[in-house]
């Protein structure tokens, strides 16, 4: 899967990481975050969240303009990491309840920036590697392998989030109880609500709350569980300094690929370079991508749940404790093992390999597969987790499946049957319908946000993780087969000259995928949950009837 690639590619890869990891870490809170520190309901949460993921995704438009046009792609990712740097950083600042409001705007709108620098214009750096005929055959693979470097990144952004948020919290004898932010901000502002079950649960993270003191504990723990997040945001600054060292140290790999067309063509010694196409066959490409950018609005509206609607779904109707067995799942220290333990047994009975990876294959089964037992071992009967710790299976799912997806496509080319990259995309939005679907099922018969008014659902209402985790696995082959496939295509059918204001217009069409999440998420309280998620299911079911409806037309674009 790794051979006879362009090392240009892990260092994109790597840096890219890196940054994903700061911002899916903040993003694993982000709502929450807002809930619990300013006592937002859940339609301002939501337009606000969807309003910010839409600027990350179309200020990219405007920062492949700048690379094609004026600063070139290295220039424009440095400029972008170091102005993502200074957003994060003001976001990290710790401000008490209902307070710092301003300066968290303007740490997203940095970031946005930042990112709108950064994220399109790495991936026409990945596309301008894969243009030489060398390794053009590579090119969706290639993405593929970008992509599985994105979800390392963001596997192990919940669990830092929680680790930082936890360790504030017991710094101050705290610990995260998810009904607690809702009821406090209830109790302080007088309304109406259950107050002596507040002074019970206030009481078991400080025995001495009395009636009397129960307004001063509010205030107290917001501010402690505020300071929390701040410092958990801080974690992306550490990353991105990370990814600054290796897009900078190692540029001799990709320094051949930083080339933009209008570069090119003040370069007597690469004019031979440029590929020119006739107005026709732009005005051809361009509408093709346009079709196919209307198609991922609809897949990123529905995907982008997973920080909105799914995270309320985690956090208000699904249990907050698991058995030894299930917590494995909610454990990366028992899950990486677990799963490398897998791969070596693959290995073992892998055909056409040689002793020493058969025996590698052994000494990983048995190594790895005793580490996820001991881990194993150390839980208690019942296990306690964080909402945002569901956000790491998509992840997780992508590192997972990643191979078995590549595998499964260069055995189907190898015999002339590998689907087109515009049919993958069709069949990943049906897939993502099938993943709203099981989450449907999974959401009868349960009470209405608006009957819960805010709070919790009550013990005989929660429902197992498994219904989340089934979905996100669903949702995870959608993805596989409609994300990395797409900014693949996007780069192998972009005209030469706008290569990097076609990842943008990718990026854009995310943007107003994800400005659509916040419309979604405000019908939360308004509506019955099963029919929050046929929503979802119905525009994918769509989406995917009109890009099958198109396909001609889109594979002669990539001929």
């Known amino acids: 899967?790794?051979?006879?690639?362009?090392?240009?590619?892990?260092?994109?890869?790597?840096?890219?990481?890196?940054?994903?990891?700061?911002?899916?870490?903040?993003?694993?809170?982000?709502?929450?975050?807002?809930?619990?520190?300013?006592?937002?309901?859940?339609?301002?949460?939501?337009?606000?969240?969807?309003?910010?993921?839409?600027?990350?995704?179309?200020?990219?438009?405007?920062?492949?303009?700048?690379?094609?046009?004026?600063?070139?792609?290295?220039?424009?990712?440095?400029?972008?990491?170091?102005?993502?740097?200074?957003?994060?950083?003001?976001?990290?600042?710790?401000?008490?309840?209902?307070?710092?409001?301003?300066?968290?705007?303007?740490?997203?709108?940095?970031?946005?920036?930042?990112?709108?620098?950064?994220?399109?214009?790495?991936?026409?750096?990945?596309?301008?590697?894969?243009?030489?005929?060398?390794?053009?055959?590579?090119?969706?693979?290639?993405?593929?392998?970008?992509?599985?470097?994105?979800?390392?990144?963001a596997m192990f952004a919940p669990t830092a989030a929680e680790?930082?948020?936890?360790?504030?919290?017991?710094?101050?004898?705290?610990?995260?109880?998810?009904?607690?932010?809702?009821?406090?901000?209830?109790?302080?502002?007088?309304?109406?609500?259950?107050?002596?079950?507040?002074?019970?649960?206030?009481?078991?993270?400080?025995?001495?709350?009395?009636?009397?003191?129960?307004?001063?504990?509010?205030?107290?723990?917001?501010?402690?569980?505020?300071?929390?997040?701040?410092?958990s945001f801080g974690v992306a600054c550490i990353s991105l300094i990370i990814s600054m060292g290796i897009f900078w140290g190692f540029r001799r790999f990709y320094k051949h690929a930083d080339l933009t067309e209008k570069q090119k063509s003040k370069d007597d010694s690469l004019k031979s370079k440029l590929i020119t196409l006739t107005p026709e066959q732009t005005k051809q490409r361009l509408i093709a991508l346009g079709l196919v950018f209307f198609v991922v609005i609809f897949f990123w509206m529905s995907f982008h749940q997973n920080g909105l609607c799914m995270t309320y779904f985690a956090r208000d109707y699904t249990a907050p404790t698991v058995d030894r067995g299930t917590n494995l799942w909610f454990d990366l220290f028992g899950l990486i093992p677990l799963f490398l333990s897998v791969v070596g047994l693959y290995f073992v009975f892998r055909p056409k390999r040689g002793t020493h990876t058969r025996l590698l294959g052994a000494l990983a089964f048995v190594g790895f597969g005793i580490l996820a037992y001991l881990r194993y071992q150390s839980y208690d009967d019942i296990n306690p987790f964080t909402p945002q710790k569901f956000q790491q299976f998509n992840p997780f799912f992508i590192v997972a499946l990643t191979p078995l997806v590549i595998g499964l496509f260069t055995y189907m080319a190898s015999k002339g049957k590998e689907p087109s990259s515009p049919r993958k995309i069709g069949y990943g939005m049906l897939l993502a319908a099938v993943g709203f679907v099981i989450l449907a099922i999974g959401s009868f018969n349960l009470p209405s946000p608006h009957s819960l008014g805010g709070q919790v659902a009550p013990e005989t209402s929660l429902v197992t993780p498994y219904w989340l985790i089934s979905t996100y696995f669903t949702l995870t082959i959608a993805e596989l087969l409609l994300s990395p496939i797409g900014i693949s295509f996007v780069s192998k059918v972009a005209p030469p000259k706008y290569k990097g204001l076609m990842q943008g217009g990718w990026f854009a069409a995310t943007a107003i995928g994800n400005s659509l999440v916040g419309y979604i998420g405000g019908l939360w309280d308004k509506i019955e949950l099963w029919m929050l998620w046929s929503i979802l299911v119905i525009c994918c079911v769509l989406s995917a009837t009109f890009i099958f409806s198109i396909i001609k037309r889109l594979e002669l674009a990539t001929k």
């Open 163 to 231: 680790a930082v948020s936890n360790w504030i919290l017991r710094s101050f004898h705290f610990t995260y109880d998810a009904r607690l932010p809702a009821m406090a901000h209830s109790f302080l502002k007088g309304e109406p609500g259950n107050t002596s079950d507040f002074l019970t649960i206030a009481q078991h993270q400080d025995s001495s709350v009395t009636l009397a003191t129960l307004g001063s504990f509010s205030e107290h723990y917001i501010n402690v569980l505020s300071r929390a997040y701040h410092y």
């Open 1 to 153: 899967m790794l051979k006879d690639h362009p090392k240009g590619l892990f260092v994109a890869f790597f840096a890219n990481m890196g940054e994903r990891f700061g911002y899916y870490t903040m993003i694993a809170i982000f709502a929450m975050f807002l809930q619990a520190k300013y006592g937002f309901n859940s339609a301002t949460t939501s337009h606000i969240y969807g309003f910010f993921i839409a600027a990350i995704y179309f200020l990219p438009l405007f920062g492949g303009l700048l690379a094609d046009k004026v600063l070139g792609y290295g220039k424009t990712i440095s400029l972008g990491l170091i102005t993502m740097f200074v957003g994060y950083l003001l976001l990290a600042i710790p401000t008490d309840m209902n307070s710092g409001f301003a300066l968290v705007i303007a740490a997203l709108v940095v970031i946005s920036i930042g990112t709108g620098f950064f994220k399109g214009n790495v991936q026409a750096l990945v596309g301008n590697l894969y243009d030489d005929p060398r390794f053009s055959s590579k090119r969706d693979i290639a993405f593929n392998i970008f992509y599985m470097g994105i979800n390392i990144g």
